[in-house]
């Protein structure tokens, strides 16, 4: 049986053009054809349209998009004569201007002419009334050109069972030339009109889908790839559609049937440009026009297929399947795929906004990255494309409202209403064709509708297309779409941090500047916002350090409002601050280093200035303390996140310890405290900061800023007082430093005791010897205020016993303070003092040994007249020690020695010799030497035993007090009591200077010998002195008797 001709026009070269004008359905109440016919269905209506042989007249022609032709305005309308009108919705340089082509109406004049979409319709609601008032869409009844059709004589048994025979035959062998497909392909689409009234027909076709499904591939993979030749593939897309329309999808449903989908679209968009030269002999004249014509009836035949799927699709499924398929095409880097592509969707967009008819649930879920695409391609360099893309954005703007309105929450219908209130405002601000010309303002109306899902869709769908945009300017529309959905929506998205990650991954791949900035605007607009700060941050701080040139260009330009950038910083600072609050662990955790290494390059960016200047001692006091943490550290000391790093290598110069102080110079730098950085330079303070001398270093940044930028001082002394104790040891002890300098302000005198001497009294209580010293300092710095001198009384045990530290530092701060303190003594006190100060003279430690003199002479003078008598001891124990370091090489103990001396011989109310002043060394004035060692000789008698002490600094380190100990013992031997030595006598002295005649000095060699003569020389003069005393006696007595 021959097969019925759909058409009643010819071909060219036997092609089957698709002449397919279907209705606009009506869902709820479908009307009927022509008076007394029966109801029809969507698919019985576009079947009869399809195999009729009446000559149908060309519709009223679409709002056309293109070209300069857009859309009316509801009122007017396109009173051109219908015979120009274009008859498919091709692009415009796929249409034919001989052959009338027709594919299904959408949508009439009535319904895409609107300027606001029909959403006048809400003036129709009372502001009490419920959302559920507001009407649908209305959809036109059908045209009128079509109520007179009449239906195609059935088939008999015989001939369908003939069709079906067939069939199978060529399921079950093979089809070897064109003709033999093209047959084979046809009575397929032929036996498919018979499943309305023949039951066997659609069992047989089920039976046989998965060989059907399986042969179209077959046929679709042996087309040429690169060429179109012949009507193959054009017959397969409309037997598709004639299927689909009697409910058979052979597109979906099994993974072959979606393989066969795919194989399909690729079969026809990917065909070379029609510019491209085409394998096709060139004999005939006409070959270019009958090649050219080949291709647009191919490409209408696969649009219709896919608007026959989207016809009756209530649940969205066969659309979501389309789009899934036709998307990367949609953002091919080839102008004439993404052409094709979006010509498609634009139709199958306007076909389902004719024919929708929802209802859940809804398989489409993709509306945002839909939008995302739509909205690029509107922004398209090739016209055609964006043409398209802005039709397409009309239907689908259609699309969106009837789908919010099917899935709202009733209890949320007020919000629906205020939003389509809300989009008509925005629509009345553009004309049609300055809104679909600029793809941000297409965003500022879809937005309204988007949730947050599909909002995260869109920006996800924005950013992937920024890794293979073939055009700059596309570039240019995708952040344009970035930044304007941000700035409207910025409070509803909810896959922040995949955000984030995409547009960290996306930089390095952006060459304008101008989008990079709008992409960093992007972040900078989400870290403002509280809700999304910590999340934004986070992410951002799990990448490597250092920072790589565009991870850091965007930490340097972020720029976040004024009112949030204290915020945002804070939040940062935060970060680090946590880090320092546990107790110290065995690695410094990775956050910490990349924040500091984020607060530097935030610092250098200087967009976030005023928050800097803001939150200045919060910064400070954390990197400092931050610092004091990476000492000595490397990054292998550091809890690094796996995979972090992957196979890049970790630069061995990089360290926690450089991220942390160049964030600290930058901050000096950033908040103009320019003189407090050059002291710190100057006097080495970066590098007492790095190592043991951290606690150095911080006190010397303290005093810089004390006395350059008080300001800043205070600020920062209030925050520490109530923080100082919080955090672990290294987090106190920084703490500490910085806040014990800080009390020689004058605002230290209103603290409260609890913040100044009972906190310092138990910091000098710790075991810790780095609290005790800062806990003398904090005292030192005090004792400047006269008015706090009486509450630092009552530490003055405490003060006195770090006198009996070995630390030099102890030591010479409980000196410094008890200098300020010393008349607050009893007599008692100062009499344990000075007994303990006098171990100090000759100290090693020049220092000790200095200030322990001068603190023994403001002793003497802090001594009451009436209790003299209780350091009298002490003041002549003092006296030779005070005279032999009158000679010591530094000068500076050798002035305090004579010094403290005068004091002693004021105390003791003696007159001292002159020459007991005198600079130059006594070994080289023998006769000066000798009145002075008489003079103290003659003094000590029966008080002290002075040629012993002398003779104990014989053996004292130092040479010149060697020298002089010796030269001393020599020439007292001859003003010390006599009968003392005849009682001890002079070995134990002798022994002594023996063994000084070995020392390798000769000047003392020299001098130990000449004591040595003396010393002998007295003793032997004692000895005669004895033996004529006893001959006397004898010679009287005998004279007596």
């Keep these: 049986m021959p097969l019925p001709r759909r058409g009643g026009e010819p071909r060219l070269a036997g092609a089957r053009v698709v002449r397919t004008t279907l209705p606009r359905a009506t869902p709820r109440s479908p009307k009927r054809v022509g008076r007394g016919a029966p109801l029809l269905s969507h698919a019985q209506r576009l079947t009869r349209r399809r195999h009729s042989s009446e ?7 679409q709002a056309d998009f293109r070209s300069g032709k857009w859309l009316q305005e509801r009122a007017g309308g396109d009173a051109r004569d219908p015979r120009h009108t274009p008859l498919a919705r091709m692009g415009s340089r796929q249409r034919g201007s001989g052959t009338e082509e027709v594919v299904i109406p959408c949508a009439s004049d009535s319904d895409s002419g609107s300027v606001d979409l029909q959403l006048s319709n809400l003036d129709d609601i009372q502001k009490d009334s419920d959302i559920s008032d507001i009407p649908i869409l209305p959809q036109e009844s059908l045209p009128d050109n079509l109520r007179s059709l009449t239906l195609r004589e059935p088939l008999s048994e015989a001939s369908i069972e003939r069709l079906a025979q067939s069939i199978q035959e060529v399921l079950h062998g093979e089809l070897k030339d064109e003709s033999q497909k093209l047959k084979f392909l046809r009575s397929l689409s032929s036996l498919s009109q018979t499943i309305p009234y023949d039951e066997s027909t659609e069992s047989f076709i089920h039976r046989h889908t998965a060989e059907i499904v399986h042969l179209l591939s077959v046929l679709v993979q042996e087309e040429p790839l690169h060429s179109l030749t012949s009507l193959v593939r054009q017959e397969i897309f409309v037997t598709i559609t004639d299927l689909s329309y009697q409910d058979v999808c052979l597109l979906f449903g099994s993974e072959d049937r979606e393989d066969l989908f795919e194989l399909i679209t690729k079969s026809i968009i990917s065909l070379p440009n029609m510019s491209t030269p085409i394998e096709l002999p060139t004999t005939m004249s006409n070959q270019a026009t009958e090649q050219e014509s080949l291709y647009r009836e191919t490409f209408q035949a696969f649009s219709v297929m896919l608007q026959s799927l989207v016809v009756k699709d209530p649940h969205l499924e066969f659309f979501d399947n389309i789009f899934k398929h036709i998307d990367p095409w949609l953002q091919s880097n080839k102008d004439h795929e993404r052409e094709r592509a979006t010509t498609v969707m634009a139709q199958v967009l306007k076909c389902l906004s004719s024919y929708l008819n929802l209802k859940l649930p809804l398989q489409f879920q993709r509306l945002g990255h839909l939008v995302a695409v739509m909205a690029l391609l509107c922004g398209d360099p090739q016209k055609g494309v964006a043409e398209e893309a802005a039709e397409g954005t009309h239907y689908l703007l259609h699309i969106t409202l009837r789908l919010k309105y099917i899935m709202q929450d009733r209890d949320k219908g007020r919000s629906l209403k205020e939003t389509l209130k809300r989009c008509r405002e925005l629509l009345e601000r553009y004309s049609l064709k300055e809104f679909y010309c600029c793809p941000f303002k297409i965003v500022q109306v879809f937005e309204v509708f988007l949730d947050s899902q599909e909002l995260g869709q869109f920006i996800m769908t924005v950013l992937d297309s920024l890794k293979s945009l073939p055009h700059p300017c596309i570039q240019q529309t995708a952040g344009e779409l970035l930044i304007t959905l941000v700035k409207f929506a910025e409070a509803r998205f909810e896959k922040v941090p995949e955000i984030i990650g995409v547009i960290c991954a996306r930089l390095s791949i952006i060459t304008l500047n101008s989008v990079r900035q709008q992409i960093i605007s992007t972040v ?29 260009e965007l930490w340097r330009t972020l720029e976040v409002e004024l009112s949030n950038t204290t915020w945002v910083l804070w939040r940062l600072l935060r970060k680090l601050q946590k880090c320092h609050e546990g107790p110290s662990q065995e690695k410094m955790a990775y956050v910490a280093v990349a924040v500091t290494d984020a607060l530097y390059e935030v610092l250098m960016g200087n967009k976030l200035r005023a928050a800097a200047f803001r939150l200045f001692p919060q910064l400070l006091m954390t990197l400092l303390i931050q610092i004091h943490h990476s000492i000595g550290l490397t990054m292998s000391d550091v809890s690094i996140p796996s995979g972090l790093y992957a196979e890049q290598e970790i630069p061995t110069e990089v360290t926690p310890l450089c991220f942390a102080i160049q964030a600290t110079k930058t901050l000096l730098l950033r908040t103009l405290c320019w003189q407090e950085f050059n002291v710190m330079e100057k006097s080495g303070g970066w590098t007492l900061l790095k190592g043991e001398g951290h606690l150095q270093g911080v006190s010397l940044l303290a005093n810089a800023l004390m006395e350059r930028s008080r300001l800043f001082a205070y600020k920062i002394m209030y925050l520490l007082v109530p923080l100082i104790n919080r955090g672990n040891d290294k987090h106190k002890l920084t703490s500490a430093g910085f806040f014990v300098e800080l009390l020689k302000s004058p605002i230290a005198r209103r603290l409260p005791r609890v913040y100044s001497t009972v906190r310092l009294k138990t910091w000098l209580n710790e075991e810790s010897k780095l609290f005790r010293i800062l806990a003398l300092t904090g005292l030192r710095n005090l004792t400047r205020h006269r008015e706090m001198r009486e509450d630092i009384k009552s530490l003055l045990p405490c003060i006195l016993n770090s006198l009996h530290e070995t630390d030099e530092r102890i030591i010479l701060l409980a000196i410094q303070i008890l200098l300020q303190l010393v008349r ?39 001594v009451k007249h009436t209790e003299k008598k209780s350091v009298e001891d002490q003041v002549l124990e003092s006296l030779v020690p005070l005279l032999l370091f009158s000679q010591d090489e530094n000068d500076e103990i050798a002035k305090e020695s004579r010094r403290v001396l005068s004091l002693c011989a004021r105390f003791l109310n003696w007159k001292l010799p002159r020459e007991v002043y005198c600079k130059d060394p006594l070994y080289i004035k023998p006769n000066e030497v000798r009145r002075v060692c008489k003079f103290f000789g003659e003094k000590s008698k029966g008080k002290i035993d002075i ?29 010390v009591d006599t009968s003392e030595l005849k009682r ?54 005998c004279l007596h008797t």
Excluded at 830 to 855: E, I, N, Y
């Design 524 to 552: 900078s607009l989400f870290v403002s916002r509280p809700k999304y700060t910590d999340t934004v941050l986070s992410h951002l701080l799990c990448h490597p350090v250092p920072y790589d040139r565009h991870l850091a």
């Design 984 to 1037: 001890k006598g002079t070995d134990w002295i002798e022994n002594d200077l023996r063994e000084l005649l070995q020392d390798p000095e000769p000047s003392l060699r020299i001098i130990a010998s000449q004591a040595l003569f003396r010393i002998q020389r007295v003793g032997s003069t004692s000895e005669a002195e004895i033996n004529v005393s006893w001959l006397r006696k004898l010679f009287l007595g």
């Design 55 to 61: 000559q149908v007249p060309p519709e009223p022609e």
């Design 824 to 862: 607050m003594l009893d007599s008692t006190s100062l009499a344990t003092m000075m007994k303990t100060l006098l171990s100090f003279f000759g100290d090693v430690r020049q220092d000790v040994h200095c200030f322990s003199m001068t603190l023994f002479g403001a002793s003497l003078k802090a």
């Design 947 to 975: 040629l012993d002490q002398t003779l104990t600094y014989s053996k004292d380190p130092k040479l010149p007090i060697r020298r002089a100990a010796v030269l001393f013992v020599g020439l007292l031997s001859h003003y």
